[in-house]
């Protein structure tokens, strides 16, 4: 696969073309299942990962390691990442993955129309899956695109006559203060997501997917200041509601998710961190299915109050520091086709546009995969991203404006 950023106004240290040798595997159905997926960088071994999307063991209606459900559509639609974490390689298209846990469901064997009860624990946490970094010599090197810059110079007073020289660091927590965690999900539901009437509503008590990054910086400015980022991990209690009614070429659906962060432990005064609130989220949708074309429209409303940023820096480390959600309120359309038999087959076309309601700001991503034969296919795509300076709740999209890029591969299935 070849990575190329097509932006004039990108730049970086590492160049704007990159090269991946992947693979990927997923299992059928059974008792042991697994999918998981890597790819490395010759030319940046930073620029490398691997995301294990699931992988679990399953005996009747018991799971026990990583794995997926639907525990709220919104969650998963708009990828916010509340209630199950997110692989965040490239935070502009971001993917689902797994609770780590034993599951356990409870229902009827009715292949129409199922209904029961779903359960989840665990004592294991495993956050969302970022960009990887380099640090040297107290700065973050432009190595990865796709991780968050911190500066090196920062305006500590309002008549710009201090500045500071900052030398990073990265405080590595204790990782069983860190992954051993508890967590507790409930879902009832009743019937298929794409088939006839389905019903669902979960609610849960677990770490937040998305660490606290609180920096310490209570030193007064001088020509040079060691900054340190402290990740801290906060619970929160979340509860999801989605109803969706599928008929013979169209379904509609609505959708609720409510996120109630807990205040985090006891932090040292020096710290600064962002002080996140309750937020409600509603998302309906309507969409069409055809054979081979499928094209829905969805809306998503964000309410609840501004977060704010606490510490002796607060103004001045405030757009430094990660928000809860990188957009606002937001419309989205999203294009699917897959050829038949007599023109082209094996060839599928599928494009999203997000377009924010209230700011200005909007992300189109679509893509191409052509079926050669049963083992060979080539794919490509295309993301645009764009963001004006003036918009107040599209951190993610300004910090990644620049980004625009093409991609291209070809895979083999064995």
């Given at each position: 696969?070849?990575?190329?950023?097509?932006?004039?106004?990108y730049s970086?240290?590492a160049?704007?073309?990159f090269?991946?040798?992947?693979?990927?595997?997923?299992?059928?159905?059974?008792?042991?299942?697994?999918?998981?997926?890597?790819?490395?960088?010759?030319?940046?071994?930073?620029?490398?990962?691997?995301?294990?999307?699931e992988?679990?063991?399953?005996?009747?209606?018991?799971?026990?390691?990583?794995k997926?459900?639907?525990?709220?559509?919104?969650?998963?639609?708009?990828?916010?990442g509340?209630?199950?974490?997110q692989?965040?390689?490239?935070?502009?298209?971001p993917?689902?993955?797994?609770?780590t846990?034993?599951?356990?469901?409870?229902?009827?064997?009715?292949?129409?129309?199922?209904?029961?009860?779903?359960?989840?624990?665990?004592?294991l946490?495993?956050?969302?899956q970022?960009a990887?970094?380099?640090?040297?010599n107290?700065s973050?090197?432009?190595v990865n695109?796709w991780?968050?810059?911190m500066?090196?110079?920062?305006?500590f007073?309002?008549?710009g006559?201090?500045v500071n020289?900052?030398?990073w660091?990265?405080?590595?927590?204790?990782?069983?203060?860190?992954?051993?965690?508890?967590?507790a999900?409930?879902?009832?539901f009743?019937?298929?997501?794409?088939?006839d009437?389905?019903?669902?509503?979960?609610?849960g008590?677990?770490?937040?997917?998305?660490?606290?990054?609180?920096?310490?910086?209570?030193?007064l400015?001088?020509?040079?200041?060691?900054?340190?980022?402290?990740p801290?991990?906060?619970n929160?209690?979340?509860?999801?509601?989605?109803?969706?009614?599928s008929?013979?070429?169209?379904?509609?659906?609505?959708?609720?998710?409510?996120?109630?962060?807990?205040?985090p432990?006891?932090?040292?005064?020096?710290?600064n961190?962002?002080?996140?609130?309750?937020?409600?989220?509603?998302?309906?949708?309507?969409?069409?299915k055809?054979?081979?074309?499928e094209i829905?429209?969805?809306?998503?409303?964000?309410?609840?109050?501004?977060?704010f940023?606490s510490?002796?820096?607060?103004?001045?480390?405030?757009?430094?520091?990660p928000?809860?959600?990188?957009f606002?309120?937001?419309?989205?359309?999203?294009?699917?086709?897959?050829?038949?038999r007599?023109?082209?087959?094996?060839?599928?076309?599928?494009?999203?546009?997000?377009?924010?309601?209230?700011?200005?700001?909007?992300l189109w991503?679509?893509s191409?995969?052509?079926?050669?034969?049963?083992?060979?296919?080539?794919?490509?795509s295309?993301?645009?991203?764009?963001?004006?300076?003036?918009?107040?709740?599209?951190?993610l999209f300004q910090?990644?404006?620049n980004?625009d890029?093409?991609?291209?591969?070809?895979?083999?299935?064995?």
């Amino acid at each position: 696969m070849s990575e190329s950023f097509i932006s004039p106004d990108y730049s970086s240290s590492a160049g704007s073309s990159f090269q991946f040798l992947g693979a990927k595997f997923q299992s059928s159905p059974g008792a042991f299942n697994a999918n998981v997926a890597g790819a490395f960088s010759p030319q940046q071994s930073v620029l490398s990962y691997a995301n294990v999307k699931e992988l679990y063991y399953s005996t009747g209606g018991l799971q026990l390691g990583r794995k997926k459900f639907d525990w709220s559509l919104l969650d998963d639609h708009w990828h916010l990442g509340f209630v199950q974490p997110q692989f965040r390689w490239d935070p502009l298209v971001p993917e689902s993955q797994g609770l780590t846990g034993i599951f356990w469901t409870i229902g009827n064997d009715d292949q129409t129309h199922p209904m029961g009860l779903r359960l989840f624990v665990s004592d294991l946490y495993l956050p969302d899956q970022g960009a990887s970094y380099q640090l040297q010599n107290g700065s973050f090197q432009s190595v990865n695109p796709w991780f968050q810059q911190m500066p090196t110079q920062i305006q500590f007073d309002a008549s710009g006559k201090v500045v500071n020289h900052l030398n990073w660091d990265v405080q590595i927590p204790d990782t069983s203060k860190v992954v051993l965690r508890p967590s507790a999900m409930a879902q009832y539901f009743y019937g298929h997501e794409h088939k006839d009437l389905y019903a669902a509503a979960s609610v849960g008590y677990k770490p937040s997917n998305q660490l606290l990054m609180a920096v310490n910086s209570g030193t007064l400015p001088t020509p040079q200041t060691d900054v340190t980022i402290v990740p801290e991990v906060y619970n929160h209690t979340v509860g999801a509601i989605d109803i969706r009614q599928s008929f013979q070429s169209w379904y509609l659906g609505m959708s609720a998710l409510v996120e109630n962060p807990a205040s985090p432990e006891s932090l040292p005064s020096n710290l600064n961190y962002r002080v996140y609130n309750s937020r409600q989220m509603y998302s309906p949708t309507v969409g069409i299915k055809t054979s081979g074309l499928e094209i829905s429209v969805s809306y998503l409303d964000i309410e609840g109050q501004s977060d704010f940023v606490s510490g002796p820096q607060s103004q001045v480390l405030a757009p430094y520091l990660p928000q809860q959600i990188g957009f606002g309120s937001a419309v989205q359309l999203e294009a699917s086709y897959v050829f038949g038999r007599r023109f082209l087959p094996g060839l599928k076309l599928s494009s999203t546009y997000l377009q924010g309601a209230q700011d200005d700001f909007a992300l189109w991503n679509s893509s191409a995969r052509y079926k050669i034969s049963r083992q060979w296919s080539v794919d490509g795509s295309v993301l645009l991203v764009r963001a004006a300076a003036s918009s107040a709740t599209a951190s993610l999209f300004q910090q990644f404006q620049n980004n625009d890029m093409t991609t291209m591969g070809v895979n083999y299935a064995f």
